[in-house]
């Protein structure tokens, strides 16, 4: 059974940072493209960064270029999201999400066939 747990989530005031773990279970982790979607409060789920299947090409939103850095361990089935100088408007519910296609990296959430149940971040000012 596909499985993915997030971890990592937390309270920390803006500026500081986090690293947020999703570790997959019951697939072939290295032949999915991956990616972090977030989700505050009253708003929609939005693309945030993804990773291709080899980790050699990543791809951002605009709102975290610069400050999040995508990367995965094929060995350890585990994609990683280093967020570091933390805003409030960074403040959701961090989603990991596995791609089975073999098309490029997706920013749409129905590209992705699988999700984890989500961490909460909370960046405080």
């Known amino acids: 059974q596909e499985q993915l747990v997030e971890s990592g989530g937390g309270l920390v005031q803006a500026g500081g940072s986090l690293r947020l773990s999703c570790a997959a279970s019951?697939?072939?982790?290295?032949?999915?493209?991956m990616g972090w979607f977030r989700q505050a409060p009253g708003k929609e789920r939005e693309f945030v960064a993804a990773?291709?299947?080899?980790?050699?090409?990543?791809r951002y939103a605009d709102s975290v270029k610069g400050r999040f850095t995508i990367s995965r361990d094929n060995a350890k089935n585990t994609v990683f999201l280093q967020s570091n100088s933390l805003k409030p408007e960074d403040t959701a519910v961090y989603y990991c999400?596995?791609?089975?296609?073999?098309?490029?990296?997706?920013?749409?959430?129905?590209?992705?066939?699988?999700w984890g149940q989500g961490t909460q971040v909370t960046v405080s000012s």
């Open positions: 999400a596995a791609d089975p296609r073999n098309w490029g990296m997706s920013t749409a959430l129905g590209d992705y066939g699988y």
């Open positions: 019951g697939l072939t982790f290295s032949g999915y493209t």
């Open positions: 990773i291709s299947r080899s980790g050699g090409s990543k």
